[in-house]
């Protein structure tokens, strides 16, 4: 799925009122859709329970749930579970997504201290 430490995410591309929207994978099994699923997307042309991201030995995949406008990997349609790489375009029926990592949040090391000691 990603190196070690890297959390794998979907940043939504389209449609525009969508885009910027980011899927964090934080389960070994999310649903997709505009019903009571784990990732909410608000476009009338996804299902209610559209497709699941499926996280298992450091691999992410896809797996259409039989929704109606279907999900695409760099425009092929899925018919079964697709392991997705960095880089790759996942298509929620017309919702856009490119899979990409977690930014990596390093903690700011503080430089030493520039004030002259105390005399005793």
């Given amino acids: 799925m990603t190196s070690e ?3 794998t995410r979907l940043v ?26 784990d990732v909410y997307l608000d476009d009338p042309q996804v299902s209610r329970l559209h497709a699941a991201l499926i996280a298992r030995d ?10 109606r406008s279907g999900t695409t990997v760099n425009g092929t349609r899925v018919e079964t579970p697709q392991p997705l790489r960095i880089g790759d375009v996942v ?15 390093r903690p700011l090391l ?9 005399p005793a």
């Fill in 5 to 7: 430490g890297q959390l």
């Fill in 12 to 37: 939504v591309i389209a449609p525009d009122w969508l885009a910027g929207q980011v899927i964090r994978v934080r389960s070994t099994r999310m649903t997709v859709g505009r019903g009571q699923t």
């Fill in 58 to 67: 450091e691999q992410l995949a896809v797996e259409d749930l039989g929704s």
């Fill in 110 to 118: 503080r430089a030493p201290s520039r004030q002259p000691p105390v």
């Fill in 91 to 105: 298509a929620f029926g017309p919702v856009v997504a490119v899979v990409d990592t977690e930014p990596q949040i």
